[in-house]
């Protein structure tokens, strides 16, 4: 059996593998705020081996290098989805952004090591999850094109797209300032937590004002999917502000902010018959 004939027999599997894309690289970031949030950021202190030259912890093994090696290891899983994507894509007009898809991922794994030989800067970590977001938009793109539901993009659907990736980035600023840093020797970036977390609430609501006008204008499942995302992430933020970010909701509020990612795009890409 040739190359072409494993393509063509994959092919059918195209939209499965697109779903799984997008599902596994949500899920990774909920796994990378859990190294964050308990203090395992520096569990496999070298990059790319985990602790001098070996690749797998070893010695006195404690939680922290069995949750920070589970996280790298996890980037093996996103790997193998990805090559398969690829290999189905590979005759379809799908293939070039199943392959940006699988680019992404070693691009996050070194950019992971750089925030480890950085000693979890803070500012390299916030780059860290704005690329797995970019990659979570890759995927939905993909998605929507392999169920022809992808179209180009209006000016209020971009918009709301600059006003989200704005949303994202303050919130990791703000992460930045607070006092989940990954491990207790890792630096802030010196900003005022109340400060950074009051911008980043400015464009929480400029994201809503928009989200509202695309739901009275289209009435779309995206745009209702985005309020949903939107609104239910912005209730756990508040709350996990005044209740002194325990680390369930702020684990919660992390995969709020991938749905966020996801429902964003889907709103800036989707396929609109008419306007309401």
Known sequence: MGVKDITNRMAPYLQPLAWT???ANILIV???GVVRLTGSGLGCPTWPQCQGNSLVPHGAVNHHKII?????????VLVVIAIVTVVAAWTTPHRKQAVWIALGIPAQAVLGGITVLTDLNPWVVSLHLMLSMAIIALSVRLLLTVLGRC?????????????????????????????????????RNGLSALQTAQLHTDAVMLLTGLTIALVVL???????????????????????????????????????????????????????????
């Open 21 to 23: 894309t997008l599902i």
């Open 68 to 76: 920070e090696f589970s996280n790298r290891s996890l980037t093996d």
């Open 30 to 32: 909920v796994t990378g």
């Open 218 to 276: 289209r009435r779309s499942p995206a745009a209702y999917a985005l309020l949903a995302a939107v609104v239910v992430n912005a209730v756990i933020g508040f709350v996990q502000y005044f209740t002194h970010l325990p680390i369930p909701l702020v684990a919660a509020h992390m995969f709020g902010a991938s749905l966020v990612a996801a429902a964003s795009t889907w709103v800036l890409l989707e396929r609109r018959n008419s306007l309401a």
């Open 151 to 187: 179209s180009a993009p209006d000016v209020l659907g971009v918009a709301q797209g600059l006003a989200a990736a704005a949303v994202l980035y303050l919130g990791t600023v703000v992460t930045g300032a607070g006092p989940h840093a990954g491990d207790e020797k890792a630096h």
